[in-house]
């Protein structure tokens, strides 16, 4: 079982888990990589050894210096250049394979409450491919972050978000990238989203002037402490620099 080839689907199913759980945690003891293995029929060793594999093609472990294991396919290549040039297609058709393999509909393999959705047609395909885009979206920032918020370093899930460098609507080509995501908390997700800080192309946390002139206690210890700090980086996936000098550069007046 374990020297069969992996077909196409099972690669992009691999991938998908790949963006989705922190990096440390790809051994065959993960529930998520036992769960995969015995959805396509093969050995939780074999699925973590794939998932390893990977990481010989990801840039941001590369420059970590972390090489991934060898031994990968020209399918493997080709799988992981199709996810990093077409990262909304691609997570979901992921998602429709997940369900096939499952026998389930994908609104029920995502939790998707049926009572939030359109009753048929285009509208709620548009609306089921949205929710299954975003949640594979957040899943693969904080995993990224490793359930981190990179500004205060808070461990808490619930009270994380998948924050976008340049806004979902500004810039639909990047939407799902990674490299347009922080793991952040809310509170400085939307200060971020108003320009109240920022992050340099240096990683460097920058608060704006309108801040600092209503500096009070409050100010100080949830902004102004943290100025010129270096953001916590993730493990994959760094923020696109270009991304960080356009959201300064929207915001440069506040600065």
């Known amino acids: ?4 080839l992996w077909t196409r689907e099972e690669l992009i199913l691999a991938i998908k888990l790949y963006c989705e759980i922190p990096f440390g945690k790809m051994h065959r003891g993960n529930q998520d990589i036992v769960n995969l293995a015995k959805l396509i029929k093969r050995t939780p060793s074999a699925v973590a050894y794939k998932l390893v594999n990977f990481a010989s093609f990801d840039p941001s472990l590369k420059n970590r210096g972390i090489k991934g294991l060898g031994n990968t396919s020209r399918l493997d290549k080709e799988i992981w250049n199709e996810f990093y040039s077409n990262w909304e297609e691609i997570a979901y058709v992921s998602a ?17 409450d049926e009572h939030t959705l359109p009753k048929e047609g285009k509208e709620r395909e548009q609306f089921v491919r949205t929710r299954v ?12 972050y490793d359930f981190t918020c990179c ?3 808070l461990k808490c899930p619930d009270l994380l978000i998948a924050g976008h460098i340049i806004p ?18 809310a509170l400085h997700d939307r200060a971020f989203e108003h320009g109240l800080i920022t992050i340099t192309s240096e990683f460097r946390i920058k608060v704006s002037k309108n801040l ?27 923020p696109d620099k270009q991304f960080l000098e356009q959201h300064y ?3 440069s007046n506040q600065y």
């Open 1 to 4: 079982m374990a020297n069969k």
């Open 96 to 112: 429709n394979l997940f369900s096939k393999l499952k026998k389930e509909p994908l609104e029920k393999t995502h939790n998707i």
């Open 133 to 144: 885009n975003q949640s594979f979206f957040r899943k693969t920032i904080l995993a990224s």
């Open 151 to 153: 500004i205060t370093g």
């Open 168 to 185: 979902w609507a500004e810039d639909q080509a990047n939407r799902m990238n990674p490299r347009n995501g922080l793991c952040i908390n």
């Open 212 to 238: 600092k002139k209503k500096a009070d206690s409050n100010i100080e210890n949830y902004f102004l402490k943290y100025e010129n700090r270096e953001i916590i980086l993730p493990t994959r996936f760094l």
């Open 249 to 251: 550069a929207k915001h």
